[in-house]
Every structure is written in C-alpha cells, then in structure tokens.
C-alpha cells in the first residue's frame, strides 16, 4: 500500500486546458457541510475551514501552521493586559467598503456576546478600543502572552453590512436560529460566497479586490457534500470531483492503487476522546430514576480500563489511529510524551471498580456519537458497545450527523450523558483545550465542556498557564494539568486521528494538521 505522510500535499490533478491556474474550478467533496456561514456560530473546524476562506482574522496560519501577518501587518504588548495591532492599509470589503479599526471593535463585542460560541478562541480578550482607523487595542482579562496565536480563527466582519442586515448578534445555531449570516457572507478574504445550499453545495468565487494576490487564485471552489464514503469515492474516481477528505481506512487500499489518484495521509492534531456528564444530579439518558455514576471517579475509571483502544487503533481504523492518555498530541504545545502512556484494557478491574461504586449489576446509558464528523465515528461508537457490555454498562449508540449531533450534546441543553467528540485546538497549544474542553462553565472557559466537569485546582492551574511566560514553569503547570485530567477520568481519550484525503492527478494544496481546506493555497496544474 502507497502511503504519502507529507506536510506539502503534491498529487496530480485535471491537466487544465488554457495554461492560467486561476481560469480553473476546483471541486472537492467532504461527508458534512458548516452549520452556517455565521463564523461565531460554533467552534467547529469545517465551520471554521470554509468560512476562513471568505473572512480573515487578524493573525493567520501558513502552509507550515506557522503564524503570520493578515489583516494585521504588526502587532506588540503595550502593558501585560494591553495589545496594541496596526492594521493592514488600503484593504477592501468585497463590496468595497474600507476596511477599518472599527470592524474589528465592532467583532471582538460581537465575539465576546453571550450568543457567540467563539468565546474560547480568542484567548483572554475582554475588549477592543479603537486608536486611529488603522490600529486598534485588544483587553486582556490578565496577562495573555500568547494572544496572537489564539486569534486566528477570530475573523473580522464588517460592522455596517452586518448591521444593515439585522445580525449584530449571532443567532444560536442549538435554538434553531436563523439570520442573514446564516446563508450569506461578505468579507475580506479570497473569495466571496456565490451560491449556498446547505447541506448540498456551496460554490465560492475569486475575490479579485483580496488585499494579498488574487491572481494566483483558482478562480471558482465547489464544495459537494457527500455524505456516504463510498459516493466520495466513486466521484472522485469518475472525476467528478477532484479531492475528497475523509477517506475511509478500508479504502485506502484501492485509491492508492487507482492511476491518476493519489492518497494523502497526515496526523492530525485532533483528540478523538469520550465525555461524561458530571454536572447533573442524575443522567438524563439512563435506566437510572436516580443519582449519576458519572460523577463518581471509579465508574469513570472502570469505563476506561473497559475500552480497548489498541483494538480500536488496529481493527476500527485500520492503523490511521494513534491511542492516547492526553488529551492534545504530538505537535501541540504543551505535549509531554511522559505522560502518553495509555492504561491497557483491564475488564475486570473494571468491574470490581464499578462494585466498590454501588453498581455489581451495571447500569445503562445513552451514547450520542456523529455519524459524519471524525474519521469512522460511527464505527467507533460501535465497536465501544461490546466492550462496555462486558463490564455491565449497557451502551444504547444513537449516531446521527454533525448538524444534530452538536444540537442535541451542546449549549443551552447540553442534552447529553455520554459522547464521543474530537478537538483540534487552533492555537495548537494545550492552554486551548484545557479553556474550552476542562475549565468550569462560566461564560469565559468551558465552552465546549459538555461534560460540565468542574475542579477549582484546575481552573487554577488554566489560570497560571495562561498567565505564565517562562517556558519551563509553564510546561510544568500544563503538566500538573495533565496529571489532573487523568487522575480525575475527567474525559476518556482515544486516539489522534490520521487525516486521509485523496486528489486527482495536478492539485497542488498543503494538507494542514488542522484538517482546514485554505482554498488559497490551491493550485491547479
């Protein structure tokens, strides 16, 4: 089996007729389509990776993951809580309006409102104060060295067109809220929304007043959502499409062995990884009437020592998996290898674990699990039911896609007892998975805590982290985090996913660890 393992993805694509990259469509097709074209909407990566094509943050990622300048040309720590940005000149809306210091005060009170769902990824940030049109101050609640490297999945919206269509706020996604961002998209960056169709097609055009080098753009993306695998598959290889992500294991086989198609495989910076709800005097999804296992450390515990990951990463994935003990991995900051080391399987451990909590005879309990988010997430949900069986906790698996998936588990019902989901943190440092995933609720951290796990000697630490800037004392309070998370059972963590896509023959296109689609770095040859 041909395997590439490449941080430049450089397969061949469609031969184009006419010389110019940019005269081109490229096409690609993905299982599940963004919730909405509202960015503040929700934290989640295929939001983020299409609508980052349309709008900018402040600060960006390269090809290499590496920050850089975007609607931002510089920028400096004024005091400890003070930064002070100067904003790239002479750059236009796609309607071409100027771009200004007050779009960006206008987004950071638009990111930071109750209705956002971007409140963790945009670091300690309080506020944002104008200076002249072109430089702006950005608050800090404390000192927040990183901060440039926690924005840059903040993007900027233009205050009057957003406000000249009546969605100052966002409209939350979990609510069945709707507004003009929902379906429609005006922004700074290479291309602009030309045709939507949830959950269908989305078809994005040149931007030919894009600030950076608009020449070099292919000049129209579709997107085809394709839900089944074997249907990505299939128009891939009658080039109906030129690239697909989520190229299942079992078909790597056959796509690395098809001429003209090449396979492309990449850790992925993703934790896939099990929640429990804590929070709650009793499950909501249970043959329980009454009390919670969860919130008892040696039920969690017991679920743990149930799973056999190793079995998963072999047979599930097919060995795209890499088992885990932490919850960020290799390539994230923070990362220490000394404390990777997964607990094997041990069913009856577990089930002695389970009597000293009060429960000899099991229990039940629901698990909700995507069916076209994560690389074989259904699979995986399946192969965890047998395993807990053994144990006496009886799993029912209720899998269904992304767009209810994130409705039912997530904010304001968090409707959820048990749940598999996957976290790729943008900043690529622990700081942000330990804010959102395991910091308590309390409208700053916590975000995506579905779990409504909560321990003040954590939020201390995430406290201290955030706040710390020698290297060496921080890499030992993320440590002590570490340590925390895993003597608590606060989430059962699985494996990294590999990311797998596949491309006809002449697409150039570098697949990120973060699993992002930057049409702006797409050629076509």
Excluded at 159 to 182: C, F, I, Q, V
Excluded at 457 to 466: F, G, P, Q, T, Y
Aim: net charge negative; charged share 20%.
């Amino acid at each position: 089996m041909r395997h590439r393992r490449l941080q430049i993805l450089c397969v061949a694509v469609l031969a184009l007729a006419g010389g110019a990259a940019r005269a081109a469509t490229f096409r690609w097709a993905e299982a599940a389509d963004a919730a909405s074209f509202d960015p503040y909407t929700r934290d989640e990566a295929m939001q983020l990776s299409l609508t980052g094509n349309v709008y900018e943050p402040l600060v960006r990622r390269n090809a290499a993951m590496a920050p850089e300048p975007a609607l931002a040309t510089a920028w400096e720590r004024l005091t400890p809580t003070r930064w002070r940005f100067h904003l790239r000149a002479q750059v236009r809306w796609q309607d071409g309006s100027a771009f200004s210091a007050d779009d960006v005060v206008f987004s950071a009170a638009r990111v930071l409102s109750p209705q956002s769902l971007m409140r963790g990824e945009v670091g300690a940030m309080i506020a944002a104060t104008r200076v002249d049109a072109l430089t702006v101050d950005l608050d800090t609640r404390v000192p927040d060295p990183i901060l440039p490297l926690e924005i840059t999945t903040w993007y900027i919206l233009p205050k009057a067109w957003t406000e000249a269509h009546d969605a100052a706020e966002p409209a939350p996604l979990a609510r069945g809220g709707e507004n003009y961002l929902t379906r429609h998209a005006m922004g700074t960056g290479p291309y602009t929304l030309a045709v939507r169709e949830p959950d269908r097609r989305t078809v994005l055009e040149r931007n030919p007043l894009w600030w950076d080098a608009p020449d070099s753009l292919v000049e129209r993306a579709e997107l085809s959502v394709l839900s089944a695998a074997t249907t990505r598959v299939a128009a891939l290889e009658s080039g109906e499409v030129d690239l697909i992500t989520g190229v299942p294991p079992q078909d790597a086989g056959f796509v690395s062995r098809t001429n003209g198609l090449g396979l492309i495989e990449q850790p992925e910076l993703r934790t896939i990884f099990l929640g429990m709800d804590q929070g709650r005097d009793a499950l909501v999804k249970s043959d329980l009437t009454s009390g919670n296992p969860f919130r008892d450390r040696r039920v969690r515990q017991a679920l743990a020592l149930a799973i056999d990951e190793r079995a998963i990463a072999a047979k599930v994935m097919q060995g795209h998996a890499q088992p885990t003990w932490l919850m960020w991995a290799p390539g994230v900051n923070g990362y220490n290898p000394a404390l990777d080391h997964r607990p094997l399987a041990d069913p009856a451990r577990a089930r002695a674990l389970l009597a000293e909590a009060g429960y000899p005879d099991g229990f039940s309990v629901g698990l909700d699990c995507p069916n076209d988010r994560y690389v074989m997430d259904e699979a995986i949900c399946t192969a965890l039911v047998p395993m807990l069986a053994r144990i006496g906790v009886h799993v029912t698996l209720s899998a269904q896609p992304k767009a209810r998936f994130f409705a039912e588990i997530g904010p304001p019902a968090y409707h959820t007892s048990f749940y598999l989901l996957g976290w790729s943190p943008a900043t690529y440092d622990a700081l942000n998975v330990l804010v959102n995933l395991a910091g308590s609720r309390n409208g700053i951290s916590g975000t995506v805590n579905y779990a409504g796990y909560s321990n003040p000697a954590l939020d201390a630490l995430i406290d201290r982290i955030a706040t710390e800037a020698d290297p060496v004392r921080r890499q030992a309070a993320i440590d002590d985090a570490a340590r925390l998370l895993q003597d608590d059972v606060a989430y059962i963590p699985l494996h990294q996913q590999v990311l797998l896509w596949a491309a006809r023959a002449g697409v150039d296109l570098p697949l990120p660890a973060n699993g992002f689609m930057p049409l702006r770095l797409v050629r076509l040859h």
